[in-house]
Each structure stands twice: as C-alpha cells, then as structure tokens.
C-alpha cells in the first residue's frame, strides 16, 4: 500500500460512509451510549460514578473487529476500515487527553 494511494483511499471512504451513515463522531457517540446502557452492570459494578463508555472506545472496539475479521482472511477493505477507526479514535481522544493534561499542568502549577 502506498501511503499516498492509502491517504486517498481512507478519505474517500470516509466522505462515502459520512454521505450515507451520517457523522461518524456522532454515531459512534450514539453507540457509547447504547453500549453503556446494555453493559450498565459491568460498567457500575463496584465503580461510583462511572461516565460509562467514551466514544474513541467504541471506535477502537470496532479496529478491533476488523483487525479479527482481517486475521482470518484478506480483504483490504477490513484493513481500509480498521486504519479508518484508528484515525478517527486518534481524533477523538486527542483532545480529551491533551485537555487533561493542560488542566493537571494548570492544577500543578497553583499548588
């Protein structure tokens, strides 16, 4: 795969599934919190105040699967697909840790 030929490959696939699936952020949001819902007593378990599933999980949940299903057998597709959630789960959670991290540098910082 070259990496230019690849770059093409996840963009077009993700303005293809945007188009037809709606915003890939917003479903897999969606997906966390359903997923929350039916696994509520594994989550909750022993565990106060859980916020239940971050969505950058479920993306990486679903690698996962396609990672699995490329084991078994090729399909560059499962690979296209695999690399696409890694992408967006990157982009997901980026924030959410460089936010933190701000925030423990400002924290630190006032004691």
């Known amino acids: 795969m070259a990496k230019n030929n ?3 490959r996840l963009a077009d696939l993700s303005k293809d599934r945007e188009l037809i699936y709606g915003s890939f952020h ?3 949001k969606k997906i ?3 997923w929350s819902v039916i696994l509520d007593k594994e989550l909750t378990t022993g565990v106060p105040l859980n916020p239940g599933i971050p969505s950058y999980k479920v993306a990486l949940c679903y690698a996962a699967a396609k990672i699995i ?3 078994n057998s090729y399909k560059e597709d499962s690979y296209d697909d ?3 959630y890694l992408v967006q789960a990157n982009d997901m959670q980026k924030p959410i ?3 933190w ?3 423990y540098k400002k924290w ?3 004691k």
Request: glycine content about 4%; overall charge positive.
């Open 6 to 8: 690849l770059n093409k």
């Open 26 to 28: 917003s479903n897999m």
């Open 32 to 34: 966390a919190k359903v």
């Open 69 to 71: 299903r490329a084991s």
């Open 82 to 84: 695999a690399l696409a």
């Open 97 to 99: 840790t460089e936010n």
């Open 101 to 103: 991290i701000e925030g």
């Open 108 to 110: 630190k910082s006032k």
